[in-house]
């Protein structure tokens, strides 16, 4: 990220598809086309892993596997696995622009089944390879969802001791007793990585490079707990001690609860970080710049006892700082990672960025909102520095015209004033809102596509701390017009961060 660029923030569920949600599908290739045409350098989307209850993709039940839902059912379809009439047959849901999860979960998960039953995948030496290289997280992810499945897919915490404690006997036997559901997993998520990596490659064949998310913490119902309960704050029976969360702030007074547990930062160091290094590794396999949800918990993280119902009793302990890092860079390199540092930041917090050499994220809307509890003076873009990303918003905020109608109007005269901009309409507001970052200093600029389009929060992503709505909102076919592709190309170009390898 040397030259000033620009960028879309979207979900791959967000893109059109017939199949209720969007995939590695023909749309994901059109869009691509579209960024280029727009003059974009960067697709940023959220993390892919699959999605458990709630279905938000921070909640995922291994920081390694793929979300089976991303697969491309028309690819299966040519492959001769499934049939057309087969997947039309599936109840999609209604609602072009929604995502109706428990019909993707009771649809999907068949149609990929009878896929694997007649795919002969054991006789696929691609197949083989990539069980073999993954195998240091794929057989414990496998047999976890296997098992999971046969406990009705409870948390593991509630299964039988043997195998809730991995006891070698029980490992041998569910290995055994379940061997056609662990090579299911195994084959979804062979066809994710082929297909993702597919994807992949053409986005950057046609100069666009994919910004991919983590979240810093695990979910407690996944593999990677379950599988390494000696990374996390566990007690003897891996029962969390303390979990994650947010101190309270103005957006909510009791805080964020998370439930995360929390890592063993001791234990890890002790380690030289291998883990980390490990997961870090392997996302630099699957994107080409890396978001790092979180990033001030490397320097102090909110522990909250386990069982609390809320984070008002939460306080902030030291996490691994620097040492993390330097760690990882002599073992990987130099890797461009984004630091989502956001929310309370500290002095302490500014340092580990600076030192870091990470750019640190800039979003517009906490510069007049007074419900933020950060310096809004960090969020004017005429402080943002160089070694930036700008957002107008992330998918944990409003959209850029919800947020407008949700400040105040001494919050509005204020963000109209900074503009010198009294005159243009509310309903063309979100441009102007969108230029004035893509017009600052910092390198990078990301706008997510509902503010591009204009859209009012009930196209917002991800509201935090609710449960049921989120994670929903897709785009339609007719709202990626061509219009709308040249007003980003004409902006990207007139404030310089127009992607010239794109332009044939």
Not at 64 to 76: C, K
Not at 82 to 106: F, H, Q
Not at 206 to 227: C, E, F, L, Q, R
Not at 409 to 424: S, V
């Amino acid at each position: 990220m040397s030259e000033r660029a620009a960028g879309i923030l979207m979900p791959i569920s967000s893109l059109p598809s017939e199949y209720g949600i969007g995939c590695f599908s023909k749309s994901a290739y059109e869009f691509v086309d579209w960024l280029k045409g727009a003059g974009q350098s960067y697709w940023q989307i959220l993390p892919l892993g699959p999605t458990s209850y709630g279905d938000s993709p921070y909640q995922s039940f291994s920081t390694f596997a793929g979300n089976p839902y991303f697969i491309s059912l028309d690819e299966l379809i040519e492959e001769g696995v499934l049939t057309r009439a087969e997947c039309e047959k599936v109840n999609w849901g209604k609602a072009k622009g929604s995502i109706d999860y428990e019909k993707i979960y009771k649809g999907r998960y068949p149609l990929l089944r009878k896929a694997y039953e007649r795919s002969k995948i054991s006789e696929n030496p691609e197949y083989q390879k990539f069980v073999n290289e993954n195998s240091w997280w794929l057989s414990d992810y496998a047999l976890f969802m296997a098992v999971k499945g046969r406990f009705d897919n409870v948390e593991w915490t509630k299964w039988a001791e043997d195998i809730r404690l991995r006891w070698k006997w029980a490992m041998d036997y569910y290995r055994e007793e379940l061997y056609y559901d662990i090579e299911f997993q195994q084959y979804m998520q062979f066809k994710f990585h082929e297909q993702w990596m597919k994807l992949k490659a053409y986005a950057n064949e046609n100069g666009i490079k994919i910004i991919g998310d983590i979240p810093i913490y695990v979910a407690m119902d996944s593999a990677d707990t379950w599988a390494h309960p000696e990374l996390f704050q566990l007690d003897e029976e891996n029962v969390p001690t303390a979990v994650a969360g947010c101190p309270p702030d103005g957006f909510s007074a009791t805080g964020q609860l998370w439930g995360n547990p929390l890592y063993r930062w001791d234990y890890h160091r002790e380690t030289g970080y291998s883990w980390w290094i490990s997961r870090l590794h392997y996302v630099f396999q699957m994107y080409d710049v890396v978001r790092i949800d979180h990033f001030r918990g490397f320097d102090e993280y909110f522990s909250i006892p386990y069982g609390a119902e809320n984070a008002i009793g939460g306080h902030w302990e030291k996490g691994p700082g620097i040492d993390l890092f330097r760690k990882v860079e002599q073992a990987l390199g130099w890797k461009q990672v984004i630091a989502e540092d956001l929310g309370y930041v500290t002095d302490s917090v500014r340092e580990l960025v600076r030192e870091s050499g990470f750019p640190g994220m800039k979003v517009l809307e906490f510069a007049f909102d007074s419900r933020d509890s950060g310096c809004a003076n960090d969020y004017l873009p005429h402080n943002y520095p160089v070694n930036s990303v700008a957002y107008t918003g992330t998918h944990d905020n409003e959209t850029i015209v919800g947020w407008w109608s949700s400040i105040t109007k001494e919050e509005q005269k204020l963000a109209r004033d900074y503009m010198c901009d009294q005159y243009t309409p509310e309903s063309e507001l979100y441009k102007s809102l969108i230029s004035l970052i893509m017009r600052s200093s910092a390198k990078l600029c990301v706008i997510p596509m509902q503010d591009y389009l204009g859209l009012g929060n009930n196209c917002r992503i991800n509201t935090p701390s609710t449960v049921g709505k989120n994670w929903k909102w897709r785009v339609n076919t007719r709202q990626l017009s061509l219009k709308l592709q040249k007003e980003i190309q004409e902006m990207t170009l007139r404030y310089g961060r127009m992607n010239w390898e794109t332009v044939e």
